[in-house]
């Protein structure tokens, strides 16, 4: 079971960037998907979820009306497109596989796989 997330890099404040998380060794459907970050000397937190279907999303409500998580299950993928974005979304964005959803989770022990992180930098 592996999911390697990727996409992360440098962008200035108000820039897009989209991430990606490739799942492999398992049936991605079975899994609800669950972005997370963390940024420098703070906790893991909670970006967005989303079911196996896609019929159950959630977010973060510092990510709501900017950030949109999909998957495309015939690709073993999922996305997480960020949009107008902020220098206090830099982060490493991690990529989780939650077996037990739904009902989603918006806390990390609730996921039982994890990628290895991008890092997403937000600066001028």
């Known amino acids: 079971v592996q999911l390697q997330a990727s996409g992360g890099g440098l962008v200035q404040p108000g820039d897009s960037l989209r991430l990606s998380c490739v799942a492999s060794g398992w049936p991605f459907t079975n899994y609800a998907i669950g972005w997370f970050r963390q940024a420098p000397e703070k906790e893991r937190e909670f970006v967005a979820a989303i079911s196996w279907s896609g019929g159950y999303i959630d977010y973060a409500d510092s990510v709501k009306g900017r950030f949109t998580i999909s998957r495309d299950n015939a690709k073993n993928t999922a996305y997480l497109q960020m949009n107008r974005m902020e220098p206090e979304d830099t982060a490493v964005y991690y990529c989780?596989?939650?077996?037990?959803?739904?009902?989603?989770?918006?806390?990390?022990?609730?996921?039982?796989?994890w990628g290895q992180g991008t890092l997403v930098t937000v600066s001028s």
């Open positions: 989780a596989a939650d077996r037990r959803a739904p009902p989603l989770t918006p806390q990390p022990a609730g996921y039982d796989y």
